[in-house]
């Protein structure tokens, strides 16, 4: 069973700033089967990112993911008001198919 | 166009079986590749993946649930149906279930319901 960590637990910035977000996982992630999704409240989530790096139809293009084995990388090139949500990986290369436990991004 | 709809009861006792029932149109659950799965959220907290079925009645389950949980596939009704037995207040939250596959991981989401366990 693969444990994700993401990090930090809460990321305060301001619109136009640069976002990072971390999930590192406690093995490797096959495949690079890695996915983010963002969620805003009283909503579903939404996925952003699935195979680590490629854009759901219809995601920005100021989204992007990196990384491989057991570190990835969300990173949000310049935050728009509508970007203030919960961010959430996961790992679908192998069951089960956890969740990290959220980055709440929030704004400064 | 994917969409996909979760009923069943707002409100459980206790010792009670929850079932819940996802209606999906605009893909078919005997497409390879393919599966439908379910999440729940308690109030506040983390996404928790719960059951996955595919196309090909390949079943996974959460470990630590997997006692509780059972779902299944009704492919001619567009129906994935979970049931979890011996509901407790702890397990009060909001149940999701999504489309899945292999390639793309959950791409689309139902908009939840809410479940809570009270007597």
């Known amino acids: 069973e693969i444990v994700l960590t993401q990090s930090p637990g809460t990321l305060s910035l301001s619109p136009g700033e640069r976002a990072t977000l971390s999930c590192r996982a406690s093995?490797?992630?096959?495949?690079?089967?890695l996915a983010w999704y963002q969620q805003k409240p009283g909503q579903a989530p939404r996925l952003l990112i699935y195979?680590?790096?490629s854009r759901a139809t219809g995601i920005p293009d100021r989204f992007s993911g990196s990384g491989s084995g057991t570190d990835f990388t969300l990173t949000i090139s310049r935050l728009e008001p509508e970007d203030f949500a919960v961010y959430y990986c996961?790992?679908?290369?192998?069951?089960?198919?956890?969740f990290g436990q959220g980055t709440r991004l929030e704004i400064k | 166009q994917i969409t996909l709809k979760e009923s069943g009861p707002t409100l459980v006792k206790p010792t009670q079986t929850l079932t819940l029932t996802c209606t999906f149109s605009?893909?078919?659950?005997?497409?390879?590749?393919?599966?439908v799965g379910w999440i729940r959220q308690p109030p506040g907290k983390a996404l928790e993946w719960l059951a996955l079925?595919?196309?090909?009645?390949?079943?996974r389950y959460s470990p630590s649930l997997k006692s509780r949980l059972t779902i299944t596939k009704d492919t001619s009704k567009n129906q994935v149906v979970l049931t979890m037995t011996n509901m407790d207040p702890v397990d009060t939250a909001t149940y999701y279930c999504?489309?899945?596959?292999?390639?793309?991981?959950?791409?689309?989401w139902g908009q939840g319901t809410l479940v809570t366990v009270s007597s």
């Open positions: 996961q790992q679908y290369g192998s069951s089960p198919p956890d």
């Open positions: 605009g893909f078919s659950l005997s497409t390879s590749g393919v599966g």
């Open positions: 093995q490797s992630v096959s495949s690079s089967y």
């Open positions: 195979g680590a790096s």
């Open positions: 999504a489309h899945h596959l292999w390639q793309k991981a959950f791409d689309y």
């Open positions: 079925i595919y196309w090909d009645d390949d079943k």
